[in-house]
T-cell receptor
Framework: GAVVSQHPSWVICKSGTSVKIECRSLDFQATTMFWYRQFPKQSLMLMATSNEGSKATYEQGVEKDKFLINHASLTLSTLTVTSAHPEDSSFYIC???????????FGPGTRLTVL | AQTVTQSQPEMSVQEAETVTLSCTYDTSESDYYLFWYKQPPSRQMILVIRQEAYKQQNATENRFSVNFQKAAKSFSLKISDSQLGDAAMYFCAYRSANQGGSEKLVFGKGTKLTVNP
């Protein structure tokens, strides 16, 4: 139980294009989903927290117009990187929880490379 | 703001031996959770062990145990009988348990554990 999937697992795109990453909770309803970013050999940094049906809460320094997050259902959240640039290349990880202060279950991550 | 510090960027251990990974944290909250996560080369984050701050008893999960020193704000992870599959990055993390507090996980920078055969 408590499986979280991400799609795609890796993506390569050209500079200036937009990329959408999906995060799904497969066997539970996720009221809250979290998006993290991890640069090579570094730790995970929280980008934003999204609650189903509400606007995402972004961490300080994260551009909300560049990283669009939608949490339209209890099993799906999407992260769209708009007008991607090479510096956006990173590993993006989502996690999901069943409720406030409940355990977070992590997805396998998506590697984004912007050429 | 809460911070988590892992002072050992890399550690190594011989197979079947015991290793301890260090973690300290800073917070003004009284109620919180502490976690150790494992990230193998696949990059999938795996929860290893969790400790509630209000519990004095140290958490244990099979070969993994913690030494939680609340007053010292220290939370070390001991891996006994190390196995090759234990090789990974290990992240210590903090999360508030206060009602109305943030749900976010604050991670340390990680410790890369190598297990030598």
């Amino acid at each position: 139980g408590a499986v979280v999937s991400q799609h795609p697992s890796w993506v390569i795109c050209k500079s200036g294009t937009s990329v959408k990453i999906e995060c799904r909770s497969l066997d539970f309803q996720a009221t809250t989903m979290f998006w993290y970013r991890q640069f090579p050999k570094q730790s995970l940094m929280l980008m934003a927290t999204s609650n189903e049906g509400s606007k995402a809460t972004y961490e300080q320094g994260v551009e909300k117009d560049k990283f669009l997050i939608n949490h339209a259902s209890l099993t799906l959240s999407t992260l769209t990187v708009t007008s991607a640039h090479p510096e956006d290349s990173s590993f993006y990880i989502c996690s999901a929880s069943t409720g406030y202060l409940n355990e977070q279950f992590f997805g396998p991550g998506t590697r984004l490379t912007v050429l | 703001a809460q911070t988590v510090t892992q002072s050992q960027p890399e550690m190594s251990v011989q197979e079947a031996e015991t290793v301890t990974l260090s973690c300290t944290y800073d917070t003004s909250e009284s109620d919180y959770y502490l976690f150790w996560y494992k990230q193998p080369p696949s990059r999938q984050m795996i929860l290893v062990i969790r400790q509630e701050a209000y519990k004095q008893q140290n958490a244990t999960e099979n070969r993994f145990s913690v030494n939680f020193q609340k007053a010292a704000k220290s939370f070390s992870l001991k891996i006994s009988d190390s196995q090759l599959g234990d090789a990974a990055m290990y992240f210590c993390a903090y999360r508030s348990a206060n009602q109305g507090g943030s749900e976010k996980l604050v991670f340390g920078k990680g410790t890369k554990l190598t297990v030598n055969p």
